[in-house]
């Protein structure tokens, strides 16, 4: 597994081929670890890839610039895809996905931020990452306005919709259009499915969209797996100083791209076994990567996807 | 022995009962001029935090973040992850009560935020249980890399303080609504260091009693071990315990030499995990033969002057001294 994998070469993440990649590598973690959670990993690789490819300024070997772009991933369960998503940016080896929540390694099972810088802070209770990148985004604009750095950072914040039922993030939201840090970008990944149940039948957000108007918030509803369309409008945005911050409601499926998967509830945390992997690259790539012959065990190393491996190909 | 002269020259007259939280506006209004990186979040109680001051001076600094305390901490989160360094500032009860956000968005993360609780204990007086501060020393000091301090007066206050910005971690400071006499400092023993607590009292080896006073309790225990000292014909020890978190450790193994067989713990917290819960801690793993005991609060706080409270709850020089001499004559008697 992971033994020969590389990142496809192609020049833009948001490519067929790199969201293949970048699904298979999510769920190869995922079957590694043996737990994990999938179905809200999957929704994610769109909008991750959209905003990673060409809206957000950073540098591979200058990893903490002062005036880098920041992430935070406030639905910490979902992290596997934003491994994925830095290592094929080429922020760390693909072999070390295969370390996921595994004891001292940095890929923890949810971000930690003191193993792991480029998480910006530590998530996985849910409903505070939204208020630390609220802080983030006024202590940049606090330090853009004094000379301090030379361009005014943007800061993504993705939040689940389960995670809407948390008070801290509307006392967030709140605070947010009091402030106007335009640079804060907040995206809720719209999956309509948590642990117990449907969003809709544990606890309603809707009417979602007029509440995040009322809270004087620039809101934009949008396809969730449409990467064109999320990467339009994400370059399209004027990060100003003063402004209403953006909230995306970006509409996703659970279990994105794997029509098993594809559910608002029964992959939520669950590791997919053996079996359901192969099914699930298999629809990805309409095959198994690579051949093995017949009478042969399956080795645990699944996958040194040839597909993408191969010289010439991509 | 002149005991009067060795516990009253433990307070410097000089100066004016203050308290700590104002001693701690003023002085961050001031580090807010040296330090640019220093900003303030307040939820709607900066007239009572004494945030009030800094927010007069640095408009573009201080954050109002309204009644919402769990947003202030993790926004404060924030702030320190971009590179200020943020005072957050609440009530203790209600700041401390955010203990989630604490334990994630600060500690967990690593976050340099310095959080700053007001109104500790029943000292506080009418407003009640609700407002009172009373287990947030022992919220703070569970959480690893978390620094914590409760000062006597001014000059520990404003100390801290100056310590706290140039200390690259999370911190609790806590405060008092009341007033605090300042303590003497002798000129050669001003520096103030990370984990060293303050021998108000001459160091006597043959002492047989011990008090370990923190915060707001450091005044009326020293008045208390005057009236013990003339009752027992005996020296006390009286410690000023500022640092909660690290706490000093080599003052525990000097008297731990030494044969004072009471020792006693004051503060205005309740008596698990504060001052008392950690000097037990200490003694118990040491294998220290002398007892422990804990003067503090052991129920819901109520409303009352805080004269009253303070009656009612035995903190008073006279409350202190009728409990510890009791203590001290039951380990006598048995």
Redesign the interface.
């Given at each position: 597994m992971f033994m020969n994998f590389q990142w496809p070469r192609v020049d833009s993440i948001t490519q067929p081929d790199s969201l293949k990649a970048i699904r298979q590598t999510i769920l190869e973690q995922i079957f590694l670890a043996k737990s994990g959670h999938p179905g809200g990993s999957l929704s994610l690789v769109e909008i991750l890839a959209s905003i990673f490819d060409k809206n957000f300024e950073h540098t591979v070997t200058n990893p903490e610039r002062p005036d880098r772009d920041r992430f935070i991933l406030s639905k910490g369960h979902g992290v596997p895809a934003l491994y994925s998503i830095l290592s094929s940016l080429g922020f760390f080896a693909p072999e070390e996905l295969r370390n996921l929540r595994k004891f001292g390694h940095f890929l923890q099972g949810h971000p930690d931020k003191r193993r792991f810088s480029l998480m910006e802070t530590s998530t996985g209770s849910l409903g505070q990452g939204a208020s630390v990148g609220l802080g983030l985004a006024l202590g940049l604009r606090l330090a853009f306005s004094k000379g301090q750095i030379s361009r005014l950072p943007r800061v993504y914040v993705v939040l689940g919709d389960g995670e809407m039922q948390e008070g801290q993030v509307w006392e967030c939201l709140m605070a947010a259009g009091k402030f106007k840090p335009g640079n804060l970008i907040f995206i809720l990944d719209r999956n309509r499915g948590q642990i117990d149940g449907s969003v809709e039948e544990i606890m309603s957000l809707d009417p979602l969209e007029d509440k995040l108007k009322a809270f004087n918030l620039n809101v934009s509803t949008l396809d969730g797996h449409d990467v064109s369309a999320l990467t339009r409008f994400f370059a399209s945005l004027e990060v100003k100083s003063e402004s209403r911050p953006t909230f995306v409601v970006a509409n996703t499926l659970k279990g994105k791209g794997i029509s098993f998967m594809e559910h608002p509830t029964a992959w939520h945390g669950v590791a997919p076994k053996k079996i359901e992997l192969e099914r699930a690259l298999w629809e990805l790539f309409g095959g198994l990567p690579k051949e093995i012959p017949e009478g042969e065990p399956i080795p645990d190393c699944i996958s040194p996807f040839g597909r993408l491996t191969l010289k010439g190909e991509v | 022995m002149n005991s009067a002269n060795v516990y009253q020259s433990a307070f410097d007259k000089t100066q004016k009962a203050k308290a700590s939280r104002l001693s701690f506006g003023e002085e961050l209004a001031e580090l807010g001029s040296v330090d640019?990186r220093i900003?303030v979040l307040d939820a709607d109680l900066s007239k009572s935090t004494r945030t009030d001051i800094f927010a007069g001076k640095f408009a573009?600094?201080f954050?109002n973040?309204?009644i919402?305390e769990?947003?202030?901490?993790?926004?404060?989160?924030?702030?320190?992850?971009?590179?200020?360094i943020?005072f957050a500032a609440s009530f203790g009860c209600f700041l401390t009560g955010r203990f989630?956000?604490i334990?994630?968005?600060v500690a967990?993360?690593?976050?340099n935020v310095k959080l700053v609780g007001t109104h500790a204990g029943v000292g506080i007086g009418e407003d009640g249980h609700s407002q009172m501060a009373l287990e947030d020393l022992t919220l703070m000091r569970v959480l690893p890399g978390m620094t914590v301090f409760q000062p006597a007066d001014d000059y520990d206050t404003r100390s801290f303080l100056k310590w706290s910005v140039a200390h690259k971690g999370p911190v609790y400071m806590r405060l008092t609504r009341q007033n605090l006499p300042a303590l003497a400092r002798k000129k050669d023993a001003q520096q103030f260091s990370v984990g060293k607590w303050q021998l108000l009292t001459e160091g006597n080896s043959e002492s047989p009693i011990v008090v370990f006073a923190t915060g707001s309790l450091v005044g009326p225990s020293i008045e208390a071990a005057e009236k013990l000292s003339q009752k027992l014909n005996a020296s006390i020890e009286v410690v000023n315990a500022n640092w909660i978190q690290p706490y000093d450790e080599f003052m525990l193994s000097e008297f731990a030499e030494r044969k004072a067989k009471l020792w006693v713990s004051v503060e205005d917290h309740y008596v698990t995990g504060g001052l008392g819960g950690l000097i037990s801690e200490w003694m118990a793993s040491r294998g220290c033969p002398a007892r422990l005991l804990k003067i503090g609060v052991s129920d819901f706080g109520q409303s009352g002057t805080p004269e009253v409270n303070s009656q009612a709850y035995g903190f008073t020089p006279e409350g202190i001294f009728e409990k510890i001499s009791l203590a001290f004559e039951n380990l006598n008697s048995r």
């Open positions: - | 640019s900003v573009d600094r954050f973040m309204g919402a769990a947003n202030l901490i993790g926004t404060a989160a924030g702030l320190a992850n971009a590179g200020m943020p989630d956000q334990r994630m968005s967990f993360a690593g976050a």
